[in-house]
Each structure stands twice: as C-alpha cells, then as structure tokens.
C-alpha cells in the first residue's frame, strides 16, 4: 500500500513536470514594434559638440551631439543630416553631410558620421627686390589646385595647398631701363611645417654714353662734367670719352666756358636719356656765342645805330662817328656812316657822310632794286639846302655800291629828326621822326610825329603830322607784305579816342600806302614808356619794343626800367604784352621776327639777365619770343666795359643780326676811341 502511495505521488510529480515543460516550449505569438538606430560619430576634438539632426515623416525629430543609440523608433527611414562644427576656429566637415537609414523593427540599424579637420594649409613668402618702388614686377606663381596668381609687388601668400609652386618672371622696362629678374624660373616647396619662400631680384641692364666734344682749340683743354642717377659724377672730361656701365636715366652733360682772351667758348648744358642696352650719345660744341662780330673804331665815339637785309642777306649797317672810321674822310663834326657786309661778315664797304656839322643816322632800309635809305637829323646843310632851325630831318638814298643818289632835308625853326626807314614793294620810302610845326611855317605847337613818304627820286608824295597837343614822336616804321605801314613811337598827351595812361606812353599806329590813317593805339602804365622799334611778322601782326618805369597788367616792374614787348593784330587789338628785366635799367630798343613769326628783342642792362652773367658794367642782350610772348631763350654778351645793342635784323636763314656800340673790346679788335660801333651775326636757335 505504502509503496502505492510513494508511486503516486512521484508519479504525479513527473507529470505535473512534464506539464509544466510542455507549456514553457510553445511559441509566443506577440511581434515586435520598434528597433533601434546607432549613430556613431568619429572625427571631434574632445569637448567639441556634433550637429546632427534625426527625423522622420513621421514626424520624429532629435538632435546629438554625440554618439548615441536611439530606441524605441517606430520602423521607417530616418534622415540624418550632419552640419559642420566649428570648434576653437577650426572647421570640422561632416562626411556624409546627409544619409537615410531605415529601421527595422525588431533590428538594429547603424549609421556613422565621421568629422574631418581642414586638410593641413601652406604659406610662402615672395620677395622682390630690386625694381624703383612705382614700377611693378612681372611674376606669375602658378600650383597645385589650379593655383595661378600674377604679381607685381612682395607678397605673402596664405592658406594653400602643400605641395610644389612654380615662380616664372619676365624682364619689365621704364623710361628707357629694362630690368632682367634673376632667377627666371624656380620651385618652391610648400607644407603645413614649413613655411616656403621665394626671392626675385631685379637688376638693371646697363647703358654707354658716348661724350663727343668738338670746337676745343688744339692747345687747350675741354672741362664736362657728366652727372646721372644715384648720384653719379664722372671726372672732369677734357676730351671725347666713351662712358660705360651706367644706369639708365637722364644725364646732364655741363661744360665750363673756355676763354681765350676776351673771347669766351661756351657750350650749352645738355640732358641725355641713356637707355638700357643701348650706346647714346651727346656732343658737347664749344662756340662762341656769335659766328662773326665786327668793331668799327675811330678816335672817339662810334654808334651802329640800325641795320637792314637785303634779299641777297647783305647786311646794311647805318650810324654816326665822331671821328673818321677806316678808309673814310670826316666831312666835320659828328658824321653819317653806311656799311655793307655780306652774310660771311665780310665788310664790302664803308661810306662816311655828312655835313660841316653834325649828322647822326638813325634809321636805314632797303628797297627790292637793291638801294639803301637811310634817315637822321642834322644841324648842317647837305648840298642844295639850308638849315630850317637846330636840326633838321633827313633821307638819303644810296646804291648798292654806297654811292649817294640823292639827299633831301626838311625841317623847322627847331628841333627835327629823321629816326626810322621803311622800304615798300614800289621802292618808295617812308620816313618816320619828329617835328616841331609844319615844315616851312612858323609855330609854337612844340614836338610832333610825322609819316613822309619819298619816290625814287626823292621826291616827297605826302606827309602826315600827328599831334596829341603835347610831345609825341614817331621812332620807327615797318611794312607787311600786303603793303601797309606800321609806326611805333611815344606821347606825352592823349589821342582822340585814346586815354593817356600815365606820363609818357607808348604809340602804335596803321597807316595805309596813301597816308590814311586805318587806326592809333595808345597804352602803357601809370608811369613812363617810350616805345622805339616796330616789326611785323608774316601773318600781319605787329610787334613794338621799349621800356617802362611801371608795371603792365599781370606783371611786376623789376627795379628801374623794364624792358616790355607787345603784340597786335592788322585790326589793332593788343594781343598780350609781356615785360622783362633785371633790378638795375633795362633797355629794349630794336625787334626784328623770322620765318616762324618768332620775335627778337635787343637791347641793353646794368643788371644780369635769370641765367645769365654780367660781363662789364652794361651788357647788350638778345631775347628771343614766340608768338605767345613765351620767351625761349636770352642771351647777355659784351666786353668787360659799356655796350649796348640798338638793332636787330634776321636774314632768310633765320640768323639774327645785331648792332650797337661797345667801350671794351670784342675778340681781335682794340678799342680806339671812346665807344666803337660793333655788328655781331647770331644763330637765331643759340641758346
């Protein structure tokens, strides 16, 4: 029974067991609704936060940081997009920025977001040297990444790619220098440790230059001195020299004046561009500052008061001794004298004229059939006439051998004189001075201006008397090439229409070849002009000469008188008016202009002239004018003693003749009297 019951029970227990193992074996019927998504993020700096951004349609949304594992997701794509990070100014680059994982569920799904830092970066320096500071290099660096710049300055390149660059260069040039760039091609090497560099030195190609020097006598020695940039000075140079090695630029070439007695060899400054690769040259010609001077002497004073041209360039030169010049007889007191040179300085002839008493030329012209007028006044009486009065105008014609045709004398019972000639197309003269009343009737109107016109034969066509009712005088004339007449001269009262200016003024006045006045001018300042010269250039304008006490519109009076020139139109207009001087006197007494309507001043100063030096205690002048009143150049010549330059003439070769009166001695002549009438031939580009 017991055994029964023992079985019973065990036997139970076995299949309660058994029940119990049997239920645990069948299977579960609930399925699983969500998975996970691991995110893995690599890449960041400790401390450093990630952006990325989970969501789905369904609308799931997260944002990390960091690695993380998301549960519970619903099953589906999941977008995960990843943003770069900046961390302590470094950039980090998501990779990917943006992927899509679809969770299963039930199922893990990894997604893995790795941050890059920037690639390593690279620097190098470029120097360039060698080049002046305004001129730009011509470099060109090309690398990797498509890498290419062009550069014209010293430079830092920043923030590249490592790896190798390339530096071509190129010559570059400026004013004449071509600067070659060393080296022409090189590699420089570039990475995140070392920063890579670069030289490119510029050098300039070097120049010759030539110094020629011409005109030294063969006992005497040349002193140039050529300077340049970065403070180059040759040695003295005292014959021609072939300079080399020299930096592109502009040179100066300046010679010291040689002097042979009273005879002063000078050559002008020169400036030269010496340019790279190349041999430039200058010539350094000593000359002196005329081609041929003449001094004419007697025992007292002589004076070359005017000259004139003839078409053959003959030179006429017309004045006053008081003594006998060479080869000619005094006819008593102050003589007339008549002169004939040709263009090589060669004196043809000399004529001296006069009366038992004094005669003084001061006007000469000649005609197209090749005589010469000349005009003065005279206290005696040239045969065939009586003195008027104190001095009494005259016009004399001569031939072209200097021999007198015939004198005519006109006059007052008081001062009269004959002081400027002019020659027209018909061989008429027109005689230009001053006289006190009519001629042959008594008066007390005082000093006059007249205008006389003479045939061939000396016969008086019609004259013309301006007065102003006070002094006024008429000191030069000239003609255009369409035959009218121009007169220069002074006032001390005022014209019709006309307003004085001050004390004296200086006169202008177009007449035609029947006497008819066409207009007057009348100008000056509120001090003192004397106008004593006219010319007139190819386009019909008319240029007057002389000195002022005060200062024109938009000039200044450099001390005592000034020398002026103006300007006007054939309609009358004054076109400008310049004035000049130094702060001693200056005196401006004879104008002539050349074939490019350029105008010539002479005259003489006791100052010196701006670039210029004083030679004695009055020195001549020439000064040379363009249309514009823009003065070119100024030349101040003389002795060591007085002169003074009247007159001026420029022949078809636009050389420029001058004539006056020295107390010194010029080269090979002697001094003989008190002052010697003297010419000197200039070229008329000398400056």
């Known amino acids: 029974m017991y055994r029964f019951l023992a079985l019973f ?36 700096p400790a401390g450093a936060l990630a952006a990325v951004d989970v969501s789905s349609p369904a609308g799931y949304e997260n944002t990390l940081a960091a690695t993380t594992t998301l549960s519970d997701l619903a099953p589906g794509p999941y977008a995960i997009t990843a943003s770069n990070v900046v961390y302590e100014g470094v950039s980090f680059s998501a990779q990917p920025a943006h992927q899509v994982r679809t969770v299963i569920a039930g199922e893990s799904v990894i997604a893995t977001i790795n941050y890059n830092p920037p690639p390593p970066r690279a620097s190098f320096s470029l120097t360039i040297e060698g080049l002046p500071e305004a001129l730009d290099a011509a470099v060109t660096v090309s690398g990797p990444g498509l890498f290419f710049e062009q550069v014209a300055k010293s430079t830092v390149f920043e923030d590249l790619d490592t790896g190798n660059y390339t530096v071509l260069t190129e010559e570059v040039s400026d004013a004449g220098s071509i600067f070659v760039a060393s080296p022409g091609s090189q590699q420089v090497s570039v990475s995140s440790v070392v920063q890579g560099s670069a030289l490119v030195s510029y050098t300039v190609e070097r120049a010759r230059l030539a110094v020629t020097i011409v005109g030294v006598p063969p006992t005497l020695f040349a002193h140039v001195v050529v300077t340049g940039p970065d403070g180059y000075q040759s040695a003295a140079l005292t014959q021609s020299t072939e300079l080399f090695n020299l930096v592109p630029g502009e040179y100066t070439v300046a010679a010291d004046n040689i002097t042979i007695g009273q005879l002063v060899l000078s050559a002008p400054t020169q400036t030269v561009e010496v340019i790279s690769r190349e041999s430039s040259e200058v010539i350094v010609n000593y000359q002196a500052p005329w081609e041929w001077v003449d001094q004419l002497s007697s025992t007292s004073f002589d004076y070359a008061y005017r000259i004139a041209i003839d078409a053959d360039d003959n030179l006429y030169v017309a004045g006053y001794t008081a003594s006998w010049l060479p080869n000619a007889t005094s006819s008593g007191g102050v003589d007339g004298f008549l002169a004939r040179y040709d263009a090589d300085g060669e004196r043809k002839w000399l004529k001296q004229f006069g009366t038992a008493g004094d005669d003084y030329v001061h006007g000469v012209a000649v005609g197209p059939d090749g005589n010469i007028y000349v005009a003065g006044g005279t206290n005696g009486a040239f045969e065939g006439f009586e003195n008027a009065g104190e001095f009494d105008a005259f016009v004399a014609r001569f031939d072209a051998d200097g021999n007198k045709l015939w004198v005519r004398q006109i006059g007052t019972e008081k001062q009269d004189f004959g002081w400027g000639l002019a020659v027209d197309h018909l061989n008429y003269a027109f005689l230009v001075g001053q006289i006190d009343g009519i001629p042959g009737q008594t008066g ?44 220069a001269g002074f006032t001390h009262g005022s014209f019709e229409n006309q307003t004085s200016a001050g004390d004296f003024d200086a006169l202008i006045a177009r007449y035609d070849a029947t006497g008819n006045q066409v207009w007057l001018r009348q100008f000056g300042t509120n001090a003192y002009e004397l106008a004593y010269d006219v010319a007139v250039d190819a386009l019909g304008a008319a240029y007057i000469v002389g000195h002022t006490y005060g200062a024109f519109a938009g000039s200044e009076n450099q001390g005592g008188l000034d020398g002026f020139l103006a300007r006007f139109t054939v309609e009358g207009e004054r076109e400008w008016v310049v004035q000049f001087g130094t702060d001693a006197n200056d005196f401006a007494q004879g104008v002539a202009t050349d074939s490019h309507n350029n105008a010539f001043v002479v005259g003489h100063t006791a100052g010196t002239l701006e670039g210029q030096a004083s030679r004695g205690t009055e020195d001549a002048y020439v000064l040379k004018f363009d249309r514009d009143g823009e003065q070119l150049w100024s030349r101040q010549f003389g002795t060591t003693f007085a002169d003074q330059a009247f007159s001026t003439a420029v022949d078809s070769n636009d050389h420029v003749y001058i004539s006056g009166t020295t107390a010194g001695d010029f080269p090979r002549f002697r001094q003989g009297g008190l002052s010697d009438a003297f010419v000197i031939k200039y070229d008329s580009e000398r400056d």
């Open 9 to 44: 029970v065990v036997t139970s227990l076995l299949a309660t067991a058994c029940s119990d193992d049997a239920n645990n074996d069948l299977p579960n019927n609930t399925e699983p609704t969500t998975g996970l998504l691991e995110i893995t993020i690599t890449g960041l």
């Open 444 to 487: 007390e109107d005082g000093t006059d201006a007249f205008i006389a016109r003479y045939d061939t034969d000396g016969e008086q066509v019609w004259m013309r008397v301006v007065d102003s009712g006070s002094r006024d005088e008429f000191n030069s004339v000239a003609i255009d090439n369409k035959g009218m007449v121009y007169v």
